[in-house]
């Protein structure tokens, strides 16, 4: 009989040793029937992610990426989904049959994925707090979801005006808020938190929630956040990271691995069992 080849795929970013990909992905190999496969977590900064991809053998199916390696990473991709190239920002890395890089962003479908589920609805009115490359792909989200004006507060001008090349493309136009009139801003459909850890727990007690509202916070450790309390003890829905973290890595399994759909079943239930013994 035949071996079957080993096949791997990573996570990268800096840090990584909180991610629970691994976690997600073996659970789906292993529900798959793809024993062979393997899934790990390396760390990498920025200026080693170039290095690492050009040293990776025809062994590797690909590589999930997160901060702050999304935006370098779609630069080293011979070709993008338009999604990708429109938030200038690539999450994931799939190698091709001839040996290349194609880049996608799962955040994309699955931030409008969880949002739908959690009761947003079409045409919103869109708050993003945050400027990095998760505030793009909720650009993108507020774009497919027929916004055609975003709210996105920074705490520096700058961080906006680096947004402003995605929003042209994506077709919407961005409101610019200053960080000290943040609370008003709350008053959206969905408000979406794109910033560190830490970074939005002054705004609990300040946000002024619109009835019918959506929150998603993209921390989920510690989990929940002041301001996801907050919001919870106001009635409005709220989506955490992990929701994410698990709607993103179903697209990243099923172009690894060609299994569709994935096994989202046994990968939800190892993600949840992990991240309860944080």
Request: proline share 8%; glycine share 10%.
């Amino acid at each position: 009989m035949t071996p079957v080849p080993a096949r791997r795929a990573a996570v990268c970013g800096k840090p990584i040793g909180h991610s629970l990909s691994p976690v997600i992905h073996s659970a789906g190999f292993a529900a798959a029937g793809l024993l062979t496969w393997s899934y790990t977590a390396i760390e990498c900064a920025e200026a080693e992610l170039a290095g690492l991809v050009a040293g990776l053998g025809p062994e590797w199916a690909g590589l999930s990426l997160t901060m702050p390696l999304k935006e370098v990473g779609l630069t080293l991709a011979a070709a993008a989904s338009p999604v990708a190239a429109a938030t200038g920002a690539a999450n994931t890395l799939v190698r091709r049959p001839d040996g290349s890089w194609f880049a996608d962003n799962t955040d994309v479908p699955g931030m409008v994925r969880v949002l739908t589920d959690a009761g947003l609805k079409a045409s919103p009115a869109v708050t993003v707090l945050g400027g990095g490359g998760t505030a793009r792909a909720a650009l993108a989200a507020a774009a497919r979801f027929g916004a055609d004006e975003v709210t996105v507060v920074t705490r520096r001008p700058q961080a906006r005006a680096e947004l402003a090349p995605a929003a042209a493309a994506l077709g919407v136009t961005i409101r610019g808020v200053d960080w000290a009139d943040a609370p008003a801003a709350f008053d959206a459909d969905a408000v979406i938190s794109t910033v560190p850890k830490g970074a939005a727990d002054a705004l609990a007690a300040a946000a002024r929630w619109r009835p019918g509202s959506v929150l998603f916070d993209a921390i989920y450790d510690p989990w929940p956040t002041p301001l996801a309390a907050a919001a919870a003890a106001h009635g409005v829905p709220v989506v955490s990271g992990l929701d994410l973290l698990l709607a993103q890595a179903l697209s990243q399994f099923e172009q690894f691995t060609g299994v569709v759909p994935a096994p989202e079943g046994p990968m939800r239930a190892a993600l949840t069992a992990a991240a309860a013994v944080r």
